[in-house]
Each structure stands twice: as structure tokens, then as C-alpha cells.
């Protein structure tokens, strides 16, 4: 379509080449939104693309922070409050050492349609630091974080922009996020999710994404009369999402038997070792390779002996798998191998995790696929719950809050499949992704004018 091909070319002029990340997200999105523009011819005269597409503001800061030894260390720190017509502008905090405009830029663009599917009315965001915590004392991580809150707290709020917790930024950080605010601003607003639950935090947000991730598939299976109970599943990753992703597909019965780290991988034929695992990644914050250790049976593979252009994890034979780990780490060799060995679906539980040659290569193939910006949106879900406890003091147990994340991540299978079936899409639950978010944004956008 005419008006699409050339909006994608304005943005490909418009950005820096190296933009890589946010343009592919951005072409993943055009490519499969043709039918709801069709549909919609409105949304080619209020020029709704060219709007949406541009980051409503993209902020720059300076971090200045001293170590334990004294040393003045700078950092670069970011937020891109990329679009808040359903609401505030919500998304996480990133501190890694990849931390750049590219990456947080396609971040909090996936962001503003995921948080659309939810149906929750919060706007879209993403921000970080190419700050390493790795290796950090405590101090070292509380001063930092005090250093970042600093300098841009002026721009965020309750009603305005809210973040949470991302890779590097944990329940520690958060706290001293959270601390350093409430120092400047004299107040308690909620503008960070994901916090301590002395601090306010909401029972059952740690496990969210990885719990939500799979009702998403348990649900999707349900559907076509499949279930997950004594599948063997491949999960790349051992961060937040991968571990209680684990965790909830053992109480589904399936036998979940990989997790990876940006070190190497591991294969436990016969599961994964759920509280070692926890013991290793949330207790000492080491490499997965200690796991072998104890467990004498399992296979530990150093990243430099992966296959070339293959993560380990997707060379053991499964029926689902779920890429929780990092952006692009599932490409088109992965795939193949995933595909040889017969699995039946892959559903993204990290952000845009599978290239688009991965993607293409799934769905030759009549392989379920799951993406991220509905699969992994119970994260965001349960934080809108911390946000509505924290305004009405009144807080859900535990149960209630995975009732309500099991119900949202049910009611977006349902709403895709839906628009599956107006679209004629058969169950490419990609575009229907995209244009249930897209179409929420843009009406949204269009009511309140230009």
C-alpha cells in the first residue's frame, strides 16, 4: 500500500542509520497493519502513521555517580515518552551496558501497542542507562540510581509518565529509585511500578510476565484443543520472566529443561532445577555454570561453542518454545532447528526476541506463534493493578491479583482471535496484534485533535 510503503520510507530518512532495532520494529508493525487502514480510510487523512511513529519526546541526561574507590564515573541516561493518547506514559527502566536511543526507541514503540492490548489506559515509554551493575557493590548500585532519579525526575509523575523495572533494574533498584523521588518531591506519588511490597509494590508483580506468558500459550492451546501438560519446553534466559515462566509451566505439568545467560546455556533433560536455578540468578547473581555443579547430569555450553548464528537452547527438540531472554537472539538458523525437531508453537516472552527471518520461517511453516506484544504484557498488566492499589490503599492478595493477570492475559487471546476473524487472518496473531494496538492508539489519537 502506497501510503505505508512511503511513510516507512520517511521514517528510514528521518532516523539515524543505526536505528536498526526501531526500524525493524516499526516495518513489523506497517507490514501487517494494510487491512485496517483499508478499512480505515480516516486514519490515512488525519495522517495517523506519520504521528505515531514519531516519539512524542525523547529525553537525554547526563549521570554523574562516584564509586566505592572515589572514582567520578559519567553515564549516559535516557526516556522516550513515545505516545500517550489511552493514557500516562508507562514503561520500564533498562540499565545495561546496550542502553542506546536505538534500543529504547523500538522498546517503548512495542510498548505503546502493548500496553493498547491490555485494554488498560496507559500510554507508552521505555528508559534506561548504559549503566553495567555488574560487579557494582550495593552502594555503588543505591548511589547510581539516586544519580539517575536526579537528574530527570522533574519529567515524570503519577498522571504523566510511570516506570517499572526492566533488565538491571530489579526490586533494589526500584527501591532506590523510588527513595531518591520521594526525597526530591517530598511525596509518595506512584511513579514506579514493580517496587518492594513495603513500598507499596503489588503481590504478584515479580512473577507477572513469566506467569502471564504462559496463560497467554495455556489459553491459545486450550483453543485449538492442545495442552502444555508433559511437553517438553526450551526457555532461553534465566532472568524475571524466564524463571516464573518455569515456575508456572511445572504447576501446568509441562517439563521445562533449558535456561540460558549471556554466558552459556544449560539443558537438564530431566527439568530444570527450579530452586537452584532461583538460588543461583536471585541469591548470588552468578553464572549459570555453577548449575552443573550440583546437578552432575545436566549439560552446561559455553556461548563461545553455540553453533554459529544458534543459541543451544533451540537445539533440543520440544513442543513450545519460549525465547525469554533479549531482543533478535531467535534467528533464522534457530528457527530451522526448531522447526526440524517439530515444534508446535513459539511464544515470545522478551521483546521483539525472533527475527524477521525467524518469523517468516514460522509461519511457512503453520507454526503457532505467540508475539510479544501480547504474550508478554502481564507484566505491564500487574502494574497497572500496583498503580490502582497504591491510589485506593487497598490491596489484593496474591490470589486475586493472579486471577485478574490470568483473566487479561485470557481476554487478549480472545480480543486477537477476534480480530483475527474480522480481518480474515486465519490465526496470524502477529497482525492481529498490531492492529488491535495500532486501532486503539490512533481512535484515541484522532478524538483529541491534532
Same mark, same amino acid.
Given at each position: 500500500?502506497?501510503?505505508i510503503?512511503q511513510?516507512?520510507?520517511?521514517?528510514?530518512?528521518?532516523?539515524?542509520?543505526?536505528?536498526?532495532?526501531?526500524?525493524?520494529?516499526?516495518?513489523?508493525?506497517?507490514?501487517?497493519?494494510?487491512?485496517l487502514i483499508?478499512?480505515?480510510?480516516?486514519?490515512?487523512?488525519?495522517?495517523?502513521?506519520?504521528?505515531?511513529m514519531?516519539?512524542?519526546?525523547g529525553?537525554?541526561f547526563?549521570?554523574?555517580?562516584?564509586?566505592?574507590?572515589?572514582?567520578?564515573?559519567?553515564?549516559?541516561?535516557?526516556?522516550?515518552?513515545?505516545?500517550?493518547?489511552?493514557?500516562?506514559?508507562?514503561?520500564?527502566?533498562?540499565?545495561?551496558?546496550?542502553?542506546?536511543?536505538?534500543?529504547?526507541?523500538f522498546l517503548?514503540?512495542?510498548?505503546?501497542?502493548?500496553?493498547a492490548?491490555?485494554?488498560l489506559?496507559?500510554?507508552?515509554?521505555?528508559g534506561?542507562?548504559?549503566?553495567?551493575?555488574?560487579?557494582?557493590?550495593?552502594?555503588?548500585?543505591?548511589?547510581?540510581?539516586?544519580?539517575?532519579?536526579?537528574?530527570?525526575?522533574?519529567?515524570?509523575?503519577?498522571?504523566?509518565?510511570?516506570?517499572?523495572?526492566?533488565?538491571?533494574?530489579?526490586?533494589?533498584?526500584?527501591?532506590?529509585?523510588?527513595?531518591?523521588?520521594?526525597?526530591?518531591?517530598?511525596?509518595?506519588?506512584s511513579?514506579?511500578?514493580?517496587?518492594?511490597?513495603?513500598?507499596?509494590?503489588s503481590?504478584?508483580?515479580?512473577? @507477572? %510476565?513469566?506467569?502471564? #506468558?504462559?496463560?497467554?500459550?495455556?489459553? &491459545? /492451546?486450550? =483453543?485449538?484443543?492442545?495442552?502444555?501438560?508433559g511437553?517438553?519446553?526450551?526457555?532461553?534466559g534465566?532472568?524475571?520472566?524466564?524463571?516464573?515462566?518455569?515456575?508456572?509451566?511445572y504447576?501446568?505439568?509441562a517439563?521445562?529443561?533449558?535456561?540460558?545467560?549471556s554466558?552459556?546455556a544449560?539443558?537438564?533433560?530431566?527439568?530444570?532445577d527450579l530452586?537452584?536455578?532461583?538460588?543461583?540468578?536471585?541469591?548470588?547473581?552468578?553464572?549459570?555454570?555453577?548449575?552443573?555443579?550440583e546437578?552432575?547430569?545436566a549439560?552446561?555450553?559455553?556461548?563461545?561453542?553455540?553453533?554459529?548464528g544458534?543459541?543451544?537452547?533451540?537445539d533440543?527438540?520440544c513442543?513450545?518454545?519460549?525465547?525469554? @531472554? %533479549?531482543?533478535?537472539? #531467535?534467528?533464522?538458523?534457530?528457527?530451522? &532447528? /526448531?522447526? =526440524?525437531?517439530?515444534?508446535?508453537?513459539?511464544?515470545?516472552?522478551?521483546?521483539m526476541?525472533?527475527?524477521?527471518?525467524?518469523?517468516?520461517?514460522?509461519?511457512?511453516?503453520?507454526?503457532?506463534?505467540?508475539?510479544?506484544?501480547a504474550?508478554?504484557?502481564?507484566?505491564v498488566?500487574?502494574?497497572?493493578l500496583?498503580?490502582?492499589?497504591?491510589?485506593?490503599?487497598?490491596?489484593?492478595?496474591?490470589?486475586?491479583?493472579?486471577?485478574r493477570?490470568?483473566?487479561?492475559?485470557?481476554?487478549?487471546?480472545?480480543?486477537?482471535?477476534?480480530?483475527?476473524?474480522?480481518?480474515?487472518l486465519?490465526?496470524?496473531?502477529?497482525?492481529?496484534?498490531?492492529?488491535?494496538?495500532?486501532?486503539?492508539? @490512533?481512535?484515541?489519537?484522532?478524538?483529541?485533535?491534532v
Amino acid at each position: 500500500m502506497e501510503y505505508i510503503e512511503q511513510a516507512m520510507l520517511r521514517a528510514e530518512k528521518s532516523n539515524c542509520k543505526h536505528d536498526t532495532m526501531f526500524l525493524q520494529a516499526l516495518r513489523e508493525v506497517l507490514d501487517t497493519i494494510e487491512p485496517l487502514i483499508k478499512k480505515h480510510p480516516e486514519y490515512v487523512h488525519e495522517n495517523i502513521i506519520d504521528r505515531i511513529m514519531v516519539p512524542n519526546r525523547g529525553i537525554h541526561f547526563k549521570i554523574e555517580w562516584m564509586d566505592d574507590d572515589n572514582i567520578i564515573h559519567v553515564n549516559n541516561g535516557y526516556r522516550i515518552q513515545f505516545n500517550n493518547a489511552l493514557g500516562p506514559y508507562k514503561g520500564g527502566v533498562r540499565f545495561h551496558p546496550s542502553v542506546n536511543p536505538d534500543v529504547l526507541k523500538f522498546l517503548a514503540f512495542e510498548q505503546i501497542f502493548k500496553n493498547a492490548i491490555t485494554g488498560l489506559h496507559i500510554g507508552g515509554a521505555k528508559g534506561g542507562a548504559d549503566f553495567d551493575p555488574k560487579g557494582k557493590s550495593d552502594k555503588e548500585i543505591m548511589k547510581f540510581c539516586q544519580a539517575f532519579m536526579s537528574s530527570f525526575y522533574n519529567s515524570i509523575g503519577a498522571d504523566i509518565d510511570i516506570l517499572g523495572g526492566d533488565i538491571g533494574v530489579g526490586a533494589r533498584e526500584v527501591g532506590y529509585i523510588f527513595g531518591q523521588y520521594k526525597q526530591l518531591t517530598n511525596s509518595y506519588d506512584s511513579i514506579i511500578t514493580s517496587k518492594p511490597l513495603p513500598l507499596g509494590g503489588s503481590l504478584g508483580r515479580t512473577e @507477572a %510476565t513469566g506467569y502471564g #506468558l504462559i496463560y497467554f500459550t495455556q489459553t &491459545l /492451546l486450550e =483453543d485449538i484443543g492442545e495442552t502444555l501438560k508433559g511437553k517438553i519446553c526450551t526457555i532461553s534466559g534465566s532472568g524475571n520472566v524466564a524463571i516464573h515462566a518455569i515456575e508456572k509451566l511445572y504447576e501446568l505439568g509441562a517439563i521445562p529443561v533449558t535456561c540460558s545467560d549471556s554466558k552459556g546455556a544449560i539443558h537438564d533433560s530431566n527439568g530444570i532445577d527450579l530452586e537452584l536455578l532461583k538460588k543461583i540468578k536471585l541469591e548470588r547473581r552468578a553464572s549459570l555454570e555453577y548449575y552443573t555443579l550440583e546437578r552432575k547430569k545436566a549439560i552446561y555450553v559455553k556461548r563461545e561453542n553455540y553453533t554459529e548464528g544458534c543459541s543451544f537452547v533451540w537445539d533440543i527438540p520440544c513442543f513450545a518454545a519460549f525465547p525469554c @531472554a %533479549t531482543q533478535n537472539e #531467535l534467528g533464522e538458523s534457530s528457527a530451522q &532447528l /526448531l522447526i =526440524d525437531n517439530d515444534v508446535k508453537i513459539v511464544a515470545e516472552g522478551a521483546n521483539m526476541p525472533t527475527t524477521p527471518q525467524a518469523i517468516d520461517l514460522f509461519v511457512k511453516n503453520k507454526i503457532l506463534f505467540a508475539p510479544a506484544k501480547a504474550a508478554n504484557a502481564g507484566g505491564v498488566a500487574v502494574s497497572v493493578l500496583e498503580m490502582s492499589q497504591n491510589s485506593s490503599l487497598n490491596y489484593l492478595s496474591f490470589e486475586k491479583v493472579d486471577k485478574r493477570l490470568h483473566d487479561i492475559m485470557s481476554n487478549i487471546y480472545i480480543e486477537l482471535k477476534k480480530t483475527c476473524d474480522e480481518y480474515n487472518l486465519d490465526m496470524d496473531l502477529i497482525s492481529a496484534a498490531n492492529i488491535l494496538g495500532f486501532k486503539r492508539v @490512533a481512535d484515541a489519537m484522532i478524538m483529541q485533535g491534532v
